[in-house]
């Protein structure tokens, strides 16, 4: 029999079992840098695998490696991310959330208990590739720093050099059954910015005794948009948005200060670097204009995120042998981030997409809601799919 069948059927063999890891995560969320009991049970499987494996990578992270025939021939590395939302589920489910206010909406669980299989799988066959896999389970990718820039300051992409990387996201934009890839530039750096704008409070009725810093704060909003539309290349997509206004004031008084909390996303470093000073003077030109004066910080968050030209067009033909080239689809370019660019900023990586959606079941909650969920038939395809990868790749490196 083929690998690739071999691969398939252990697929199809371990699918329950998968299941239950999911369904597992599902049901006991924790939250970044909180991961303990999530590493525990990821340690717990590995060992009954007979995977050596290294726990307290960047606090709660687990580290495990696989060696086939020759391992020193070639090396890549695998990426689960296992941190949950602060999201109170809504989904009506036995699997549901055990923990209120906290949810694997962004499908954390599905990437764990993938790379479980994908781990079963690879050792199962070991004998039948040559090379060595690294999987990566990290914590805290939904919190700056990330997980991802921990992991990297501990040394896990070291000794050895992975030749290449690989990251797998759920995407409800898909059916379950497709994946899909996008080659170069994929995902937007982010970060965040906070602006605090001071003033003079009083009695609304008297404006002329007042610094009035709702208004400093409106004006501020409505020049930093400048920044994007006539200070941003056309060539390069920016996006500046601010989500949250406080301003802790009433119908008839005018606080003291107000706070603007926003996002700024792009692709280009040099740019970011220019964009972060613009959006400093402009606001404190603009507070100290009318009176007043702001603070700005910005915390530099993820890099943008970049696939490999090479290894994501050799993607797209392993996924091809391993499901059809009809289910690779083109993905488009987008704003969302991902702490997995910084593995992308220091090897050869790749980081496509697992489709989990299914009309016909309603399956169709998008990522981040309290409603999220997958078909969990994705599981079979995740796992499969990324030991097929794994071994192509390695195959590829000799």
């Given amino acids: 029999m083929d690998l690739v069948d071999q691969i398939r059927d252990l697929a199809k063999e371990y699918y329950e079992e998968v299941v239950f890891y999911r369904r597992h995560f599902h049901t006991a969320p924790e939250l970044s840098k909180q991961e303990h009991r999530t590493a525990a049970f990821i340690a717990s499987r590995l060992e009954e695998m007979g995977i050596s494996y290294e726990e307290d990578v960047a606090e709660t992270g687990v580290v495990a490696r696989i060696e086939g025939k020759n391992p020193s021939s070639a090396t890549i590395a695998l990426r689960a991310d296992m941190d949950a939302l602060p999201i109170l589920e809504r989904n009506k489910v036995d699997y549901k959330s055990a923990t209120p206010g906290v949810m694997h909406a962004c499908g954390h669980d599905v990437h764990m208990a993938s790379l479980l299989g994908t781990a079963k799988i690879l050792q199962q066959l070991r004998n039948q590739w040559e090379g060595t896999v ?228 309603g399956i169709t909650s998008n990522l981040h809601t309290a409603t999220f969920d997958v078909d969990e038939k994705a599981l079979e395809v995740g796992m499969g799919l990324m030991a097929w990868v794994a071994v192509r790749t390695l195959q590829g490196k000799k």
């Fill in 134 to 361: 690294q999987l990566i389970f990290q914590p805290s990718e939904e919190k700056c720093p990330g997980g991802a820039s921990l992991m990297l300051q501990e040394g896990v992409l070291e000794n050895p050099r992975p030749d290449a990387m690989f990251g797998q996201h759920v995407y409800p934009g898909l059916p379950a059954g497709k994946v899909g890839v996008r080659s170069g530039r994929y995902m937007a750096s982010a970060d965040e910015i906070y602006i605090t704008v001071k003033g003079r409070g009083g009695h609304a009725a008297m404006p002329q005794q007042n610094v009035d810093p709702v208004v400093i704060a409106s004006h501020i909003v409505l020049a930093l948009q400048q920044i994007v539309s006539r200070n941003a290349t056309p060539y390069i997509p920016t996006v500046l948005s601010f989500g949250r206004i406080i301003g802790e004031g009433q119908t008839n008084v005018i606080p003291d200060e107000v706070k603007l909390e926003g996002s700024f996303r792009n692709f280009d470093e040099e740019w970011r670097e220019k964009a972060h000073q613009r959006i400093r003077e402009t606001a404190v030109f603009i507070a100290q204009g009318m009176g007043g004066d702001c603070d700005v910080v910005i915390e530099v968050g993820y890099p943008f995120l970049v696939n490999d030209e090479k290894l994501t067009e050799n993607f797209r033909e392993y996924a091809s042998e391993y499901l059809g080239p009809e289910n690779v689809e083109e993905l488009e370019l987008t704003m969302t981030a991902e702490d997995f660019a910084f593995y992308s900023q220091k090897v050869n990586a790749c980081f496509y997409r697992l489709g989990v959606r299914n009309v016909e079941k």
